[in-house]
């Protein structure tokens, strides 16, 4: 997803079921030990977030979060508070506590499956941050009833990056570039060239060599789309996103790429943008600053560019420079 | 978009994030905060909680903070470390607890029962020794400590004052070792073990970042003799621990070869060791440990005349010999591939539960859990009732003596023969 100057220092590793890739600068001291700290830290985000892992926070709070308070890690406790702010911001259109749903279609590792309406109805009555209650006090999470579940998809790679990039930051680095698979990157200041990252967003089916192309500096950018995962039936395509309001997929064609500072938020933005559309997106965007949303047709053209309010500090992404 | 916005990553850092969210989500969720305050106590002990402290708050006293945190009944009050920025992070993770630089003016505290220990390597034994001293219990990161003396001492200290000393050698809580060892030593499914081959294989300079040169050996410690003990300790005693563990046995004699041959880089302990144990009864384990290669990683091979069994904290693989007769539960085990050969996979009960048709008696394993959180509240547990910790000061002394004895090895290029009075507290 990136294009980078020629010169750089690239470090992989696999986590959460995709390899991550962080770039540095070719002058930049400790390269290796700053690429360890920086997985360190998804690594860790993984182990908090992850529901593969039956020892994660998050797996704990799905199993034993109905019977009483479950205690996790404040980072966890963080995580989760933010999301459900994103998730009030939006409306819940993003909203990580819809685990039932996701599982309800068989998108937390099984094969896509309709299920009968009776069934999306009861899912819905276990849908919705509002089933959730955070207690700082004691550190614990607790669901509200039987069936709740939490699913980080839209969130956890963001939270991953964000961390790695704080670590990165507090360790001194001031240029750096690191993306979770396909969806999501993060950048710290510009590139070793003192231009902003090139980030080109490539639509699948269609021509690499039209991918446009966004810069970033100090800033994240996510991007949501149907087609990445999907599967047909009834004559009709079943996208991976669902809307938390309805319990249905979101059948709109194109793409979402959103910007701003936190690559949890972008990874959370671009989903309920994807849910939203143009119109919805830009109502809770208002006055928010410059987070911001560009919407892509299924042909990867620019369709419509929303948020990006005047208020000043935070992210400074650029504007969008060529298809 | 001003910093505070939830489009920052401010969220992560700033120390009253959560006390706004938290109280916005008390808003939202009055119905189930209201009834989470009539059914049941915020604590999850019926017990007056632990106070606890940690000394040591870098990149492992973090990870076992974020643990510790999480344990029901205790409540982290101090964190200590002379490094800012680790001790700024701790409070992140522990926001209501007290900072100090000073480890002792954290021992002085009378309210405080326990600490984690998890500083360099040649700070173990002091701090420690310090610790139960002020009548504290004591969780002490693995190796030991830096010498046998130092072990000794500590183990001496332990006896002295009755204080739980648990040791951080987590694969002996690990709920696959605990499972794959009844396999190895109660079902016998090796057979007779010959042969023990384990490697803890990265590809890395193990060197962490550092702002300042003059921070040098205080954040990579790891590399220099003068405070690590290098390979051996910091990756290999768990394993080597396992392996005295699993066999029963503590070895008669070490050989061993290392050197500094990749990474020249100013460090002073090999960045590479290939170490050969004797076991009693002819039984050799051959033990590697690199900076060059991750092929494989980690793991610990037994091998034995009617099987092998290949355990990481993760997974256990169990291959039997083709000569081997089939065991009477193997065909209803979960299975899997591996290098072309079908394998029995250990996966925490599940191997069990699958024999119970056979009589046997079922393990209780859980693999839900993390190993840092389970020896975590291992060590709480041991606090409360006084029961001892399973990686406790005298299989920590042996695997202490046995890794030290491999640098000895290798370093003077002899051969060791292990006597009694090595492992002797």
Request: glycine share 10%; hydrophobic share 40%; proline share 5%.
């Amino acid at each position: 997803m990136t294009e980078e100057p020629a010169s750089v220092l690239r470090f992989r590793r696999r986590a959460m079921g995709c390899i991550w890739e962080l770039t540095l600068c070719p002058d930049q001291p400790d390269a290796p030990a700053l690429a360890e700290a920086a997985f360190e830290q998804v690594c860790l985000a993984e182990r908090l977030l992850s529901v593969f892992l039956p020892s994660s926070d998050i797996s704990r709070i799905n199993r034993e979060g109905q019977s009483g308070p479950v205690k996790v890690s404040p980072l966890t406790l963080r995580a989760l508070a933010h999301a459900f702010q994103l998730s009030e911001l939006t409306a819940g259109a993003f909203d990580i506590a819809c685990g039932a749903l996701v599982r309800l279609w068989g998108f937390e590792g099984g094969e896509g499956r309709k299920p009968a309406q009776d069934e999306i109805t009861r899912a819905l009555k276990c849908t919705g941050r509002h089933n959730v209650m955070l207690d700082e006090a004691s550190g614990t999470v607790r669901l509200a009833r039987p069936g709740v579940r939490l699913n980080p998809g839209g969130y956890g790679k963001g939270f991953g990056l964000d961390l790695a990039m704080e670590a990165l930051r507090a360790a001194g680095v001031q240029s750096a570039l690191m993306h979770a698979g396909t969806s999501s990157v993060a950048a710290l200041g510009v590139d070793s060239t003192g231009r902003p990252w090139q980030v080109g967003i490539r639509i699948p089916g269609q021509n690499e060599g039209r991918a446009a192309v966004l810069e970033l500096q100090d800033g994240s950018l996510s991007v949501s789309g149907i087609s990445e995962q999907s599967f047909s039936g009834e004559g009709r395509r079943f996208g991976h996103v669902l809307d938390p309001r309805t319990g249905w997929p979101v059948e709109r064609e194109g793409w979402a790429v959103a910007l701003c500072e936190s690559a949890a938020a972008s990874d959370a933005l671009a989903t309920a943008a994807l849910v939203l559309g143009p119109e919805g997106t830009e109502r809770i965007l208002r006055g928010r600053g410059e987070a911001r949303v560009i919407f892509y047709d299924e042909k990867g053209r620019p369709i419509r560019e929303v948020g990006g309010g005047p208020e000043p500090g935070g992210a400074r992404t650029e504007s969008h420079v060529s298809e | 978009m001003s910093r505070n916005d939830l489009f920052s990553r401010d969220y992560l850092t700033r120390r009253d994030f959560l006390k706004g969210s938290a109280a916005a989500a008390a808003t939202v969720a009055v119905f189930g905060a209201q009834r989470a305050q009539a059914e049941e106590p915020a604590q999850n002990s019926p017990e007056e909680p632990i106070r606890a402290g940690i000394i040591g708050t870098g990149a492992q006293g973090t990870f076992l903070l974020s643990n510790a945190v999480k344990v029901p009944g205790v409540e982290i009050v101090a964190c200590c470390d002379i490094y800012e920025p680790h001790l700024e992070k701790s409070l992140i993770l522990a926001p209501d607890a007290e900072p100090y630089q000073d480890y002792r003016r954290l021992l002085d505290r009378k309210d405080i029962q326990a600490v984690i220990i998890a500083t360099p390597l040649h700070l173990h034994a002091q701090m420690s020794i310090d610790a139960m001293d002020a009548g504290k219990h004591v969780f002490c990161e693995k190796m030991m400590a830096y010498s046998i003396e130092q072990a000794k001492a500590m183990a001496r200290k332990q006896r002295e004052t009755g204080k739980v000393l648990q040791l951080g050698h987590q694969r002996r809580v690990n709920s696959t070792y605990r499972h794959a060892y009844r396999m190895l030593n109660v079902d016998k499914v090796c057979g007779r073990v010959t042969q023990v081959r384990a490697q803890w294989h990265r590809n890395g300079s193990w060197r962490r970042a550092v702002p300042d040169k003059s921070l040098e050996k205080q954040l990579n410690w790891r590399l220099y003799r003068e405070y690590s003990q290098g390979l051996m300790a910091e990756l290999g005693s768990h394993q080597i621990d396992a392996v005295n563990w699993f066999l029963n046995a503590l070895p008669v004699s070490v050989m061993a070869s290392g050197g500094i041959d990749y990474w020249k880089d100013g460090r002073t302990v090999y960045d590479n060791i290939s170490v050969i144990y004797e076991y009693p009864g002819g039984i050799r384990c051959t033990y590697t440990c690199i900076t060059t290669n991750e092929h494989e990683a980690y793991y610990e091979m037994y091998m034995g005349d009617e099987g092998t069994l290949v355990v990481t904290p993760e997974k256990g693989l169990l291959f039997r010999e083709p000569k081997a007769e089939q065991l009477v539960w193997a065909p209803m085990a979960h299975k899997d591939e591996s290098k072309g050969k079908e394998a029995i996979v250990l996966d925490a009960g599940a191997t069990r539960r699958a024999r119970e048709g056979s009589g046997q008696e079922e393990i209780k394993t859980d693999a839900s859990q993390d190993d840092y959180y389970v020896e975590l509240e291992e060590f709480f547990h041991s606090v409360r009732t006084g029961k001892k910790p399973a990686s406790d000061p005298e299989s920590a002394l042996q695997s202490c003596v046995t890794c030290l004895m491999a640098n000895h090895a290798a370093q003077t290029g002899r051969k060791i023969q292990f006597n009694e009075k090595m492992f002797q507290i």
